[in-house]
């Protein structure tokens, strides 16, 4: 169990930072400030402050759980830099999070399919490519059943499930393990960008709105609806928890 644990801790943090990464890497290219890259899960106490570049503090939280860029700070407490930015570059900057762990994944393919698999660079490109592909439409295809009403959230699997998966992918040897962190990376990089309310594709689905207004919206209405997608999101989390858990005990 403990193998288990600790590789879903160390898998999803790296995905997780990839993603932050992909976010403050095209934040800072559109020159809108990020105050701070954390590594550890947003709502635990900062532990330490690792070092500062520029306006940027690199921290680290209690929870050793993820991590997150804010674009936040005491001074602009409502992130108006970012909503000052053009559209295309706030389209750029949520993007950006999910295009890195697709990147990723498939740097973690290639090298897999060659050594696992002894396939030779080309095929391995091209195996990676066709995976890629193949975990994107059905990923699209399963939420599509579930928005629908032809399939049931019991098909995803939550924090339990994906531990007991890291688990299994651990104990088959590093190449699997690397295998499940490029599927989980992928995952990960699909999910978010999904349009629903919290989710860097519920971002960019404002965005189209207020494209096709003409007019931004404020940043009140902003928090207000990230608010209610995250209260959701962590209700269906806890449901397919509860499901996930259900599932082992019987």
């Not at 940027?56 to 000052?84: I, M, N, Q, Y």
Request: proline residues 4%.
């Amino acid at each position: 169990m403990f193998i288990a644990i600790f590789s879903f801790v160390l898998v999803l943090s790296v995905v997780v930072l990839v993603h932050e990464f992909g976010h403050f890497l095209a934040a800072r290219k559109a020159g809108v400030p990020v105050y701070e890259f954390s590594v550890g899960f947003p709502f635990s106490p900062r532990v330490a402050t690792l070092f500062r570049h520029r306006e940027t503090e690199f921290t680290l939280r209690l929870l050793p759980l993820g991590g997150f860029v804010s674009f936040s700070s005491e001074t602009d407490e409502h992130a108006k830099k970012l909503f000052a930015a053009s559209r295309t570059s706030r389209a750029l900057i949520m993007s950006a999070g999910s295009l890195f762990n697709v990147i990723f994944a498939f740097l973690l393919f290639v090298p897999a399919f060659m050594i696992g698999e002894s396939m030779s660079l080309s095929n391995a490109v091209v195996a990676s490519i066709q995976t890629i592909w193949s975990v994107i439409s059905e990923t699209i295809r399963l939420f599509i059943n579930i928005f629908s009403g032809s399939t049931g959230v019991e098909n995803l699997s939550g924090p339990v499930g994906i531990t007991v998966l890291a688990g299994q992918a651990a104990s088959g040897g590093w190449m699997d393990l690397l295998l499940f962190t490029g599927f989980l990376s992928l995952s990960l990089g699909i999910m978010n960008m999904i349009p629903f309310p919290g989710l860097d594709g519920g971002q960019l689905f404002i965005l189209l709105i207020e494209a096709l207004r003409n007019k931004p919206m404020c940043v009140r209405t902003h928090q207000i609806v990230n608010l209610a997608g995250i209260v959701l999101f962590i209700m269906l989390s806890l449901f397919v928890t509860w499901h996930d858990i259900t599932k082992l005990i019987s």
